[in-house]
């Protein structure tokens, strides 16, 4: 009597590489056969109240840009990926009834939508086996030196616990993959290949090898990682981490192999400190769930803001009073990217200046930037709001202090503003 065919079915969603994929990697360690699959702008099912429909078209290419990316790669293995432009759940479990799937493959993930997706298909296909492992953090939750529930209420105290905790070395890519099953064409849609192609796993890896050793310029970054708007002036790695092109744990042990090569100082540590910011908030979401998207916040404090059609439409477009926010504004509307500097500057002048209630900024930026990442946005919305992980509350900046400070010889807003400036 013959054993049963095995069947995988991987949803890529946050994770589109094949280096440092330890789900992936279990899924075809199980498997004969497989198929992957991912849903062109999946995160549109769940768009909130304070959201367009559309994804902005720079975060719209990049995606679709990092998902032809790992098609091509997945394809030098023999495999490829399956682009379907329809509700993930249905079809899911469309795919896993047709083809007889027996196991299904995603990447854990603190989303409060991303783990509901996963509960909702074992719901609906009890028969298959769930494979779900950790490979967008720094650490597992087994590493932590408490339970979730007591994760930190601000940052210093988390980073001082864990950052010398030893992060585990990437998981390699696989050689070889399970045998390709080719779903009928009504599934799949086209995967075109684009000019200029920043987005997907090889053009991440380029970046951050260049970052660091074909430039050197990661010696410097503590100095100049809050300029407006200079490619150089930080490592850019946000965009690639964001879509899953590279993990965590890959550019961090590349910083360490970097030290260990090169030698480290204040700067190097601090693309480390970076990464820690964003660990913090992978938890911080983990832990607070839909609390993320409150009004209150964690803090469950009612901001004295409101929302008023006409301000907060002048603030999107780049139209208020403020030159330093309608430039940044402006860069974010032609390019889909924004400084760190140039988001903290927007989010308090939204806030503090404008008294705009902050879920529909943090919703404008989920549309916009390359590299939305739901708990790094939301959280420093939630920050810079008073009403989340920031111990001073309600951080507003100065203005005109920040301006003369960045932009001392109006470059920045004379490029962005032209004679408004």
Not at 333 to 344: E, K, V
């Amino acid at each position: 009597m013959s054993s049963k065919i095995t069947t995988g079915l991987y949803w890529f969603r946050h994770d589109l590489r094949l280096t440092d994929n330890p789900t992936f990697n279990q899924l075809c360690a199980k498997v004969e056969w497989l198929i992957c699959v991912y849903v062109n702008g999946h995160d549109k099912e769940h768009r909130n109240d304070f959201c367009e429909a559309n994804t902005g078209k720079f975060k719209s290419t990049f995606e679709q840009q990092s998902a032809s990316a790992l098609d091509a790669s997945l394809r030098h293995k023999k495999q490829y990926l399956l682009f379907v432009d329809a509700p993930s759940h249905e079809t899911l479990v469309e795919l896993i009834e047709r083809y007889s799937v027996t196991h299904v493959g995603a990447e854990c993930h603190p989303g409060v939508y991303e783990k509901r997706a996963l509960e909702s298909l074992q719901i609906s296909c009890p028969q298959v086996e769930l494979i779900s492992a950790n490979g967008h953090n720094l650490f597992e939750k087994s590493d932590l030196p408490f339970e979730l529930d007591d994760l930190p209420e601000t940052f210093t105290p988390f980073r001082k616990q864990v950052e010398s905790i030893m992060i585990n070395v990437p998981v390699h890519e696989l050689v070889k993959l399970p045998n390709s099953i080719k779903p009928t064409p009504e599934f799949s849609l086209p995967l075109t290949s684009q000019d200029n192609v920043i987005g997907g796993e090889n053009a991440g890896k380029k970046q951050l090898e260049n970052y660091l050793f074909g430039t050197n310029l990661i010696k410097q970054y503590k100095q100049t990682r809050n300029a407006l708007d200079d490619w150089n002036s930080s490592s850019k790695l946000s965009m690639w981490l964001a879509n899953g092109c590279l993990s965590a744990k890959t550019v961090y042990h590349t910083i360490k192999q970097y030290e260990k090569e090169r030698g480290d100082n204040d700067s190097t540590y601090w693309l480390y400190f970076e990464l820690l910011w964003r660990e913090y908030f992978q938890w911080y979401l983990a832990k607070h769930q839909n609390k993320l998207f409150h009004f209150s916040g964690i803090k469950q404090v009612v901001p004295p803001t409101t929302f008023d059609q006409q301000k907060f439409i002048r603030w999107c477009e780049g139209m208020t009073q403020y030159p330093i926010i309608n430039a940044c504004m402006r860069q974010l509307n032609q390019t889909g990217y924004m400084s760190n500097r140039g988001r903290q500057l927007v989010a308090s002048c939204f806030v503090h200046e404008l008294s705009l209630d902050w879920r529909y900024g943090a919703a404008y930026f989920e549309q916009h930037l390359i590299d939305y990442d739901v708990a790094s946005n939301w959280g420093n919305w939630q920050y810079l709001a008073g009403v989340g992980a920031d111990p001073r509350g309600h951080r507003r900046f100065d203005l005109a202090k920040q301006t003369a400070t960045y932009d001392p010889q109006a470059v920045f807003r004379n490029k962005w503003l032209g004679s408004e400036s």
